[in-house]
């Protein structure tokens, strides 16, 4: 049974930095393709980033050169480092991994287990 468990989520203001961590079961990270995402209120979900079995990490452009995903195979944990934090950024953030089916990184088809989230607010 694979299970994905957020943490690090939590209320900051603007400027601030938080690191989410996704512990992962079941699952090795080593040799699968992960992402981060999160949902605003009223929005649907969106992409944030992905990093494959071969390191390279994509990312949406809105957060560009503020987000760092990284990931420990020894732990077998996900992390999205978030630094210059917004208040657009302000969702709840959802980890994910599976299988590169599609050069569209941010295809939920990539995608098939999540965990069950983690709320980031951000303040003015």
């Known amino acids: 049974q694979v299970q994905l468990v957020e943490s690090g989520g939590g209320s900051v203001q603007t400027g601030g930095s938080l690191r989410l961590s996704c512990v992962v079961s079941?699952?090795?990270?080593?040799?699968?393709?992960l992402g981060w995402f999160r949902q605003a209120p009223g929005k649907e979900r969106e992409g944030v980033a992905t990093?494959?079995?071969?390191?390279?990490?994509v990312y949406v452009d809105s957060v560009k050169g503020r987000f760092t995903i990284s990931k420990d195979n020894a732990k077998n944990t996900l992390y999205l480092q978030m630094n210059s934090l917004k208040p657009e950024d302000t969702a709840v953030y959802y980890c994910?991994?599976?299988?590169?089916?599609?050069?569209?990184?941010?295809?939920?088809?990539?995608?098939?287990?999540w965990g069950q989230g983690t709320q980031v607010t951000v303040s003015s």
């Open positions: 994910a991994a599976g299988v590169y089916r599609t050069p569209f990184r941010f295809s939920p088809v990539n995608f098939d287990y």
């Open positions: 079941g699952y090795t990270i080593r040799t699968g393709f």
């Open positions: 990093i494959g079995s071969d390191g390279i990490s």
